[in-house]
Nanobody, 126 residues
Framework: QVQLVESGGDSVQAGGSLRLSCVAT????????MAWFRQAPGKEREAVGA??????????KYAGSVKGRFTIAHDEKKKTLDLQLNNLKPEDSALYYC??????????????????WGQGTQVTVS
């Protein structure tokens, strides 16, 4: 059973930075695709970015709205997937979720591609 726990959410001013962390248990890090999604009130859940690396195939992808501002970092030893958020904007305010799926996927940005989800951590930018 894969379990994901997010942390690091906070309230910050526009232009500020945050670092979110997702701790994963119960899986083999190299064989899972891990991603960050976010959902603002009244809006659909949207992909922020995803990472996969099994030694043969690898990718790190970002949504266009965050490219150049957000960075995904994976620590295989600690089993964490961090999301560094820089130059935050009010429109980045949302509940941020960590997600995971076994194996490679070409549909990394679709929530339906991920069977495992954390509970979310709130980011508020004013």
């Amino acid at each position: 059973q894969v379990q994901l726990v997010e942390s690091g959410g906070d309230s910050v001013q526009a232009g500020g930075s945050l670092r979110l962390s997702c701790v994963a248990t119960g899986y083999t890090p190299s064989s899972y695709c891990m991603a960050w999604f976010r959902q603002a009130p009244g809006k659909e859940r949207e992909a922020v970015g995803a990472r996969y690396n099994d030694g043969s195939i690898s990718f790190t992808k970002y949504a266009g709205s965050v490219k150049g501002r957000f960075t995904i970092a994976h620590d295989e030893k600690k089993k964490t997937l961090d999301l560094q958020l820089n130059n935050l904007k009010p429109e980045d305010s949302a509940l941020y979720y960590c997600a995971a799926r076994p194996g490679y996927t070409t549909t990394w940005s679709r929530p339906q591609s991920y069977p495992y989800w954390g509970q979310g951590t709130q980011v508020t930018v004013s």
